[in-house]
């Protein structure tokens, strides 16, 4: 293996605890791994040497929550919302009589398009959701097609209850023929437990369900409003409780004092016009971790920017600029139960992110600007390629 030594890196901000943040640091790449971090006269000798003229490092993002296996468009869905028409969740019907009528290179397509965007954005490791399909066939199709482009595929064929069909039986068919049609190709399962979607009893039928097959389980919870989904994600052991905009006291102490991250999606609030903003700085307060994700998807926060999601967590969130990157990556590990990737240390991925800027804080600062200058992933550069 040719060991490759970066150095002239202006700050590296490794998201690890006992590392920190290093000024002038040098990091050596064995691999597809972080060999060596330090202070650049402390390097040690490799096979390539490249500079990064000053530049930030910062580990690649990971996104832990985005649902990118669909077809269609809903662009004037947007605009009208934007005239004035409530986000409600009957939407997504849309979206799956697009995704049911599209063959697979269809969807296939678009998968690659957004995560190429995803990519360019500095996110190295996404996770994706089916839930466009609602049918047996549909789901199956989509998160076979989400496996060729993520390890962290997840099942969301609870994602609303398809037009002219009845509750009760839909929830059994989620949770049994379609939930065994789609768990051999799937790590996770999730539930759009809303008013609306899907209520407490339906989301534990079906998420109990899909960790009986040996699926990690990972719940919407409370973004419209109160409701039972934090409690449920909690009281489940889900690796992450998604949205988080509306919880009351009892749902922060149920958070801070569980495993199950606290996932928020600024770019929902964001593209939807919401009247509020999740509460991080109460989270975080209280001790929960926390995660940031982009949420894609057509309907309610069509974009990949993290850089925009860390800019709104800190203009609307109240999250510090360190806490906005920290939840952005090692959080967003955390929401996967992964440790292998969010935070740059030595055996970990080597995916990481070169931002033209002389700090992190410039992802806030300079809110729009495309500051993503070089991302690497297992040890590659792969933007530019
Ligand atoms: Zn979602």
Redesign the pocket.
Same mark, same amino acid.
């Given at each position: 293996m040719t060991a490759t030594l970066l150095v002239d890196i202006g700050l590296l901000a490794t998201q690890d605890a006992e590392l920190g943040e290093i000024r002038d640091a040098a990091l050596v790449l064995d691999g597809d791994r972080v060999a060596w971090i330090g202070r650049a006269r402390e390097a040690p000798a490799a096979d390539e040497l490249i500079g990064v003229g000053g530049k930030t490092v910062i580990p690649g993002f990971v996104d832990s $929550?985005a $649902?990118l296996v669909f077809a269609g468009d809903r662009a004037e869905e947007f605009e009208a919302r934007m005239r004035g028409l409530p986000y409600a969740a009957g939407g997504i019907r849309v979206t799956v009589a697009a995704t049911r009528a599209a063959p697979d290179f269809i969807l296939r397509r678009n998968v690659e398009r957004l995560s190429a965007e995803l990519l360019a954005a500095g996110v190295t490791t996404f996770e994706c959701?089916s839930g466009y399909g609602l049918d047996v066939p549909t789901e199956q199709r989509s998160v076979r097609v989400a496996g060729e482009f993520t390890p962290e595929v997840t099942f969301l064929g609870a994602h609303v209850v398809p037009p002219d069909t009845d509750r009760d039986e839909y929830v059994a068919l989620v949770a049994g023929a379609m939930l065994d049609a789609c768990a051999p190709h799937s790590r996770w399962v999730d539930v759009?437990c809303e008013r609306g979607a899907f209520d407490g009893d339906e989301a534990r039928t079906v998420l109990r369900a899909g960790q009986a097959k040996g699926l990690g389980a990972r719940v $919407?919870a409370n973004q419209l409003g109160e409701g039972p989904g934090v409690q449920l994600a909690v009281e489940l052991g889900a690796a992450s409780a *998604? $949205?988080c905009t509306h919880l009351t006291r009892r749902d922060v102490d149920a958070l801070a004092g569980s495993s199950t991250v606290a996932t928020l999606?600024p770019l929902?609030e964001f593209s939807t016009r919401a009247p509020a903003y999740p509460d991080a700085r109460r989270l975080l307060d209280a001790g929960a971790t926390v995660a940031l994700a982009t *949420?894609c998807?057509p309907g309610s926060a069509y974009s990949t920017s993290m850089p925009l999601a860390i800019a709104l967590a800190v203009r609307e969130m109240r999250m510090t600029p360190a806490e906005a990157v920290r939840a952005a990556t090692v959080g967003g590990a955390r929401a996967l139960r992964r440790d292998d990737i969010g935070v740059l240390a030595p055996g970990k991925r080597a995916d990481f992110v070169v931002l033209d800027s002389p700090s992190y804080i410039h992802l806030a600062y300079r809110p729009g600007v495309p500051l993503i200058a070089e991302v690497w992933r297992d040890g590659s550069r792969v933007v530019p390629a």
């Open positions: $929550h $649902h959701k759009f $919407h *998604d $949205h999606l929902a *949420d998807n």
